[in-house]
């Protein structure tokens, strides 16, 4: 049997294949509203990959700031500069990816981040909603 569909986050129709074993299993009207299509999955599925970098790379800056030795700050800030250059220009291109929307990247995404480490998912949040509506 297949079971017909609508993505929770695009709302696009989408099937999936039930061998009639699984029906009985699952109370299936219970879990169509949470099922994703493939293309979310993956692009969620990769984003979580990168903001999981993107979170080790902030917590490095933060634990640093208590650092008492100057030359470890530079090198750390310096290194997670360019670390979060990386990753943010990955971030941007998975999300325009998504949204299909032309890529954009600034320097100040990373600028952001290195104010602000502690609320680098509100920073992402910011830059996905601003993409999605853009
Ligand atoms: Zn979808």
Known sequence: MLLNYQCRYCKLEATIPLDDEGLDMFQVEKFKPILCCNRCADSIVARRAVVDRIKKAVELLIIQRYSS???NVVVVTKNVREALTVLTKRYATLVNEYFK???????DF????????RYYETILKDYFRHRRVA
């Open 69 to 71: 030795n100057p030359d």
């Open 110 to 117: 990373v600028d952001l981040l290195m104010d602000k480490p």
């Open 101 to 107: 929307k032309p890529n954009m990247w600034h320097a």
